[in-house]
T-cell receptor, first 118, second 107 residues
Framework: GAVVSQHPSWVICKSGTSVKIECRSLDFQATTMFWYRQFPKQSLMLMATSNEGSKATYEQGVEKDKFLINHASLTLSTLTVTSAHPEDSSFYIC??????????????FGEGSRLTVL | DAKTTQPNSMESNEEEPVHLPCNHSTISGTDYIHWYRQLPSQGPEYVIHGLTSNVNNRMASLAIAEDRKSSTLILHRATLRDAAVYYCIPSDDKIIFGKGTRLHILP
């Protein structure tokens, strides 16, 4: 099946620094990717929809200046957590849908990136 | 987004069938019923989806009520690797996760 890869799998950073997480669709093209975050023992929360070649669409309550999303190509989206603080520590997960499928098609998820901010 | 109701947790014995229920009484006419699962410390994994008719694939079967207000995911022969949180998600676009059902498989 289709593969979505995230990098890094885990990262530890100091408070105040910025961290970039990459999401790549390895064997298909994705005009749309989705970014989620998940706190321990909670469900996934949709943060934003990343659209290739245009601005991301953020869910209510998600700060767009805090979580910068860039979707420069059909196979790569990046999430940058700017000026990270301990409360940003979380499991960040991306997903993508093959651009050849309809909006109701299967979503492929990355392995997730665990961010710990000290 | 349609609201869903799923049991918080369920248990099943290994190698027995498992029926995971989901109520989605506010589902809209264009919403597909998606099921995803998440194993510990991993990203979610697609299981199955359908609109009106029952669906089968290599992982599971999806039984959809005639009025589409509920559905049941069926794992025909559960294994220990099926222990996960299962999410039922009615949607015609974005996938919004609820709390899901945590499935425990007993050896």
């Amino acid at each position: 099946g289709a593969v979505v890869s995230q990098h890094p799998s885990w990262v530890i950073c100091k408070s105040g620094t910025s961290v970039k997480i990459e999401c790549r669709s390895l064997d298909f093209q994705a005009t749309t990717m989705f970014w989620y975050r998940q706190f321990p023992k909670q469900s996934l929360m949709l943060m934003a929809t990343s659209n290739e070649g245009s601005k991301a669409t953020y869910e209510q309550g998600v700060e767009k200046d805090k979580f910068l999303i860039n979707h420069a190509s059909l196979t790569l989206s990046t999430l940058t957590v700017t000026s990270a603080h301990p409360e940003d520590s979380s499991f960040y997960i991306c997903s993508a849908r093959d651009w050849g499928t309809v909006n109701t098609g299967e979503l492929f998820f990355g392995e997730g990136s665990r961010l710990t901010v000290l | 987004d349609a609201k869903t109701t799923q049991p918080n947790s369920m248990e099943s014995n290994e190698e027995e069938p498992v029926h995971l229920p989901c109520n989605h009484s506010t589902i809209s006419g264009t919403d597909y019923i998606h099921w995803y699962r998440q194993l510990p410390s991993q990203g979610p994994e697609y299981v199955i989806h359908g609109l009106t008719s029952n669906v089968n694939n290599r992982m599971a079967s999806l039984a959809i009520a005639e009025d589409r207000k509920s559905s049941t995911l069926i794992l025909h022969r559960a294994t220990l690797r099926d222990a996960a949180v299962y999410y039922c998600i009615p949607s015609d676009d974005k996938i919004i996760f609820g709390k899901g059902t945590r499935l425990h498989i007993l050896p």
